[in-house]
């Protein structure tokens, strides 16, 4: 088994799942963003993003703060350091996997 | 470029749109410009006046942009955009000079109303054309309301030119021109997106 392929397998579970990519992704890109933000870039449903949020809480990748601005809840997400960290190397490991050796020799 | 850096790009790209995309922006740039504009079509009245009382006004009137496009704008953006379309702020430290390359015009009309203002009206009035027309050409599909910015700027440079306005007034005439430019894409954008993203239910 080649090294790429054995890297592969080590894959974060927790990003790999497409709704915690989509959000892992956001949250890279930008320094904090709502709920109402993350729900419209990755077209979520609340349910849906409240809970992947809450993975990826659980696992120290996001920090979320619940507060108040007026009579609207408000709930900032971001990025904390080991998420990006994790975020880093799950996109390296994709991008060993995507130009790595093996390419073009099919 | 894999998917995932593009990925990341189009999500970085898409949250600093986001702060264009209401048009609040564009409405405070309008009220500067036509500030801006009546200074100096004042500022004869101002001559009048102690040297540190012009210097005043004339500092508080550049310090009006800073504060309508950050306290103010924040002010409206809760209250308007974030509770329909979210809240996110961007880490670009470039965000600066991102906003200035937003409305490239800005720039290069300043220095044509400038000009204007010191040559006679035909001559100014070519400058300007000349100047539009190179706008046109270099920038034409990368700044929005570029339709409405070259015909309502050359429709002022004849006005300015043809009405009986004095030299010293031109520049001042045209900055309000580009204030009231400003005010209609502003709007005009203000209006789409409310249309677009109702109020939501609290």
New interface residues.
Partial sequence: MSTTLQELATLDRVIHEPARLMIMTVLYAVSEADFIYLQNECGLTQGNLSSHLARLEEEGYVLVVKTFKGKYPLTICSLAQKGRIAFEEYARVMRAAIQGPARGKL | M?A??S???D??R??RD?WFSDGLFTLGQSVYFVLLGLYFHYFPVLLAWPQWCRAAIFSLVLAVNPFLSGPVLRWFK??IT??????????NANFDREVRQRHPEMWVLFAVFGFEGRLPSWVGLIALAVSLGILWILTRGRFSFAWLFIPGLALSGVLVSVLPITKENRFAYMLIALGILYFFEGATQLFRYLRQHPA?Q?
């Avoid at chain 2, 509770?83 to 880490?91: C, I, L, N, S």
Wanted: aromatic share 12%; glycine share 4%; hydrophobic share 40%.
């Fill in positions: 894999t995932i850096d990925a990341v790009a999500a970085s898409r949250a986001h809760w209250r974030y509770p329909r379309t979210g809240y996110v702020a961007t880490e939501p609290a």
